[in-house]
């Protein structure tokens, strides 16, 4: 994340398509493919813990991210798309803390769930 902020610190969208789950404790790739698989019962439950694995230890945003608070102001946002080649889920990131360039569980928020669809460009 803090590679593409710093490359394109003016873009509104970054595609993040790596691997999101770390290979020890953090199990975001679990709840990502949960995420995918969910219907209207679960979306909310897993959205809720793919977000909070997302910055939990050895999760993606669980570091500071170099650039964040610079490339996105305080109320600014972006859109972030996760994407595991069979699926993808789209995130909205509003900037609420603009001093430590982190990234917040309640800072984003669920905008769609594509699943048999790779997003490929922002």
């Given at each position: 994340?803090?590679?593409?902020?710093?490359?394109?610190?003016?873009?509104?969208?970054?595609i993040i398509s790596t691997d999101i789950a770390?290979?020890?404790?953090?199990?975001?790739?679990?709840?990502?493919?949960?995420?995918?698989?969910?219907?209207?019962?679960?979306?909310?439950?897993?959205?809720?813990?793919?977000?909070?694995?997302?910055?939990?230890s050895g999760g993606i945003f669980n570091s500071?991210?170099?650039?964040?608070?610079?490339?996105?102001?305080?109320?600014?946002?972006?859109?972030?798309?996760?994407?595991?080649?069979?699926?993808?889920?789209?995130?909205?990131?509003?900037?609420?803390?603009?001093?430590?360039?982190?990234?917040?569980?309640?800072?984003?928020?669920?905008?769609?769930?594509?699943?048999?669809?790779?997003?490929?460009?922002?």
């Amino acid at each position: 994340m803090a590679g593409a902020i710093a490359a394109q610190a003016s873009y509104g969208a970054y595609i993040i398509s790596t691997d999101i789950a770390n290979s020890g404790s953090n199990t975001s790739g679990t709840a990502f493919a949960d995420l995918l698989g969910s219907n209207a019962t679960s979306l909310a439950t897993n959205f809720a813990a793919f977000t909070a694995q997302l910055v939990a230890s050895g999760g993606i945003f669980n570091s500071t991210i170099s650039g964040l608070d610079s490339a996105i102001a305080s109320g600014e946002s972006a859109l972030l798309s996760f994407d595991n080649g069979t699926g993808s889920v789209v995130v909205r990131f509003v900037n609420t803390t603009t001093t430590a360039n982190t990234v917040l569980a309640t800072e984003l928020s669920l905008v769609g769930v594509f699943t048999n669809t790779v997003l490929a460009a922002a």
